[in-house]
């Protein structure tokens, strides 16, 4: 079992920054992929970033690469996701997944078998 716990969301102006951390702990040493989705207001979830907990590679979604940046810290158990020049639209609830016994870094929610509670993240105009 592995349980996840996100924290670090808030209220933030637009072009604010905002680091996000997935708190990690259970049976931390299986092969993971370790994902952050976001879910709007009537919207579905939708991709964010992923990152291989083993190889460290990483994936973005494409609309969003450049302005954030997912990482990790083996020795902390934590994920983190850093979001820079946030905009209104970027609100949502980001929710942190892990997914185990797939090949490099998975992109599909519904495939995912961990998820935590999820953290607000809100950007003002």
């Known amino acids: 079992q592995v349980h996840l716990e996100e924290s670090g969301g808030g209220l933030v102006q637009a072009g604010d920054s905002q680091l996000l951390s997935c708190a990690v702990s259970?049976?931390?040493?299986?092969?993971?992929?370790m994902g952050w989705f976001r879910q709007a207001p009537g919207k579905e979830r939708e991709f964010v970033a992923a990152i291989n907990w083993r190889g460290g590679n990483t994936d973005y979604e494409d609309t969003l690469k450049g302005r954030f940046t997912i990482s990790k810290d083996n020795a902390k158990n934590v994920v983190y996701l850093q979001m820079n020049n946030l905009k209104p639209e970027d609100t949502a609830v980001y929710y942190c997944?892990?997914?185990?016994?797939?090949?490099?870094?998975?992109?599909?929610?519904?495939?995912?078998?961990?998820w935590g509670r999820g953290t607000q993240v809100t950007v003002s105009s």
């Open positions: 997944g892990a997914v185990e016994g797939l090949p490099g870094t998975i992109r599909t929610w519904t495939l995912y078998d961990y």
């Open positions: 259970g049976r931390t040493w299986g092969s993971f992929c």
